[in-house]
């Protein structure tokens, strides 16, 4: 697919950049984007020589400002009812992309990273940002609610129910220090060195056992909504066993070599 909205490019064996590509509109989602981002994400699923993404916005005005409202004034009242649930739904669900997606998903955010911008973050494994970054749920500032684009899947669990509620229903800006202190983020570094601090993590992680990584992730996508600890025991029991015969299996092939 020839992409119109996002760059994506091999910054080294195994690490693949995607950036969000419309910074004359703080790389608000509209329609081709989202269509875009549906089909990375999805070509992301059987993509074995990928196995970290990191996620950037382009541009010095933001990370991502969530749905282009422009476009969405225009063409909104035009739909149906089943339109607009069809086209919610399917915007929504590039969230679940990303969390299906195996590759371990690096974000370093500079500037708003706001309604689906938000949502792009918390979608994401590790999250690195400059101290201008800020988060908000602005769904609920544009008539809608504050729950919207899995925000009240994620957030709470990331940072717990009680903050995660107040940034739900207010609407306002959770600022690069607050979210550091919630432990929503990794580390907070100047905009100029966050390349270098994405790349850090993900030359760490490539290092590891690649497909460790992805059932690592798949894992902890599993646990989350695990119905006790004998769940998430077997989910780790599976993965382990899984590993340490594959790896045995290889150096069995080795000495026979």
């Known amino acids: 697919m020839d992409y119109k909205t996002i760059e994506v490019s091999v910054l080294e064996k195994g ?9 004359e509109s703080y ?29 950037k916005g382009n541009g010095d005005k ?44 690096i974000a370093a955010v500079h ?21 201008d970054a800020k988060f908000s749920a602005a769904y609920i500032n544009i008539g809608l609610g ?17 903050r995660a509620y107040e940034f739900m229903y207010t609407g306002k800006f959770m600022t690069a220090e607050e979210a550091y202190h919630l432990g929503l983020v990794s580390k907070i570094v100047e905009r100029d060195k966050l390349h270098d601090a994405a790349m850090e993590y993900a030359r760490i992680m490539m290092t590891k056992n690649h497909m460790g990584l ?12 695990a119905g006790g600890m004998e769940q998430a025991l077997n989910m780790e029991d599976r993965n382990q066993t899984l590993l340490a015969m594959g790896a045995a299996l290889k150096m069995s092939k080795i000495k026979n070599n």
């Open 15 to 23: 690490i693949m950049e995607l950036c969000l590509n419309r910074p």
């Open 111 to 131: 500037g708003a990273a706001a309604g689906q911008g938000f949502s792009f973050v918390l979608s994401s494994d590790i999250r690195v940002i400059s101290p």
């Open 27 to 55: 790389n608000a989602v509209n329609h081709l984007m989202m269509e875009e981002l549906e089909h990375f994400w999805r070509e992301r699923l059987y993509d074995l020589e990928t196995v970290i993404v990191i996620l």
């Open 62 to 105: 933001g990370f991502c400002a969530g749905l282009d409202m422009k476009e969405s004034l225009e063409t909104a009242p035009k739909m149906t009812t089943e339109e607009f649930y069809r086209f919610q739904a399917r915007l929504a669900r590039i969230n679940l992309h990303m969390r299906r997606a195996p590759q371990p998903i």
């Open 214 to 225: 992805r059932l690592t992730k798949e894992a902890i996508n599993m646990n989350i909504d």
């Open 146 to 162: 504050g729950a919207d684009m899995a925000c009240s899947y994620l957030l709470p669990r990331m940072i717990g129910a009680g």
